[in-house]
């Protein structure tokens, strides 16, 4: 019994070093179709010759937006490298990869039709984007192995999804309610799911299942999902790379460094999924990324804000719990 459960131990190391150099080398290929040149195919005196993808943005309005996933794609190469020793790296490199996916999904709204090399452009962003999703799927992949699915967790997990959207319905009236944004606490219970069992936990149960619940419910469409409902609530994993921070063996109730941290998370957590909602204003509704900040930034801090404090105020019990219902720690 003993040997066949180091073969396991065995089989899965190796399965998580080859996921893990997979995803790294298409990590490295997102990169790469964004800086290598490009062909351009016409022949001809004035367009014949190679084109780099920041000179096809030279002319945009949204060149920033590039350098933004361009540096995400960046840092997330190598902490695909680095998860493969430390767990909270990987979903880290996950986080980072969707983040500068999502900004390539950006930048062809910037296209203006006199910089030229259209089909160069677009080809070189949709490899890059197909590339930086597939290493995320490969990264996100054995973690999934790796998940804690007792009946405990499960059923935590479903009682605070399900308080979440519970405190969806329960609105605080805003001037821009009639167009969607509204503040509410529906993010608390998403963020002790990120706190009591990691960054990828966080990802998964808020990204993917709150958010495809919400999604569905809200009445906006399919096409808001990728923004502002699996960025917008995956958010909450940025919290989670907190956890040793905040839920440390050696903190048994309120404490100065734990609520720190807790602010510190909150206010990251609210920066992304105001992040991500302004993009899908610009994708979907056609807003300036000025104004889609200004519109979302009406509400997003405020429900974010209200978040943390809550949790803040509810840290030392929650600690008490999670000495008393500690979390299977498998490397989230």
Avoid at 11 to 24: E, G, H, P
Avoid at 45 to 58: I, N, P
């Amino acid at each position: 019994m003993e040997n066949e459960q180091k073969t396991v131990q065995s089989d899965s190391k190796i399965a998580k070093s080859w996921t893990n150099l997979v995803s790294f080398v298409l990590s490295l290929l997102a990169i790469g179709f964004l800086f290598l040149p490009l062909l351009k195919y016409e022949i001809s005196d004035d367009v014949d010759g190679f084109y780099f993808m920041w000179d096809l943005l030279a002319a945009s309005t949204f060149q920033h937006v590039f350098v933004v996933a361009f540096a995400l794609l960046v840092i997330a190469a190598p902490l695909v490298k680095i998860g493969e020793k430390i767990p909270s790296c990987e979903s880290g490199a996950v986080l980072a990869l969707l983040l500068g996916a999502a900004f390539l999904f950006l930048v062809p709204n910037s296209y203006n039709e006199t910089m030229g090399a259209k089909t160069e452009l677009f080809t070189g962003l949709a490899l890059s984007f197909s590339f930086a999703i597939a290493s995320a799927v490969f990264a996100i992949s054995h973690s999934f192995q790796k998940m804690p699915m007792t009946v405990r967790s499960m059923a935590e997990d479903a009682i605070l999804v399900a308080a979440a959207f519970a405190l969806n319905f329960l609105k605080i009236p805003t001037p821009i309610a009639t167009t969607g944004g509204s503040i509410n606490l529906q993010m608390l219970p998403l963020l002790v799911i990120a706190l009591r069992h990691g960054p990828f936990h966080g990802l998964v149960a808020g990204g993917i299942v709150y958010g495809l619940l919400t999604c569905f419910t809200d009445g906006y469409g399919f096409a808001c999902y990728p923004f502002d409902y699996l960025i917008g609530f995956g958010s909450v994993a940025v919290l989670g790379f907190f956890k040793p921070l905040i839920m440390g063996k050696d903190q048994d109730f309120y404490n100065i460094k734990g609520e720190i941290f807790i602010a510190v998370g909150g206010i990251l957590v609210t920066f992304v999924r105001l992040l991500g909602s302004s993009i899908s204003s610009v994708v979907l509704w056609g807003s300036t990324f000025d104004e889609a900040l200004i519109y979302n930034a009406s509400y997003i801090p405020a429900s974010g804000i209200a978040a943390a404090v809550v949790l803040m105020a509810i840290y030392g019990p929650l600690l008490k719990v999670n000495k008393r219902f500690p979390i299977e720690e498998q490397g989230n």
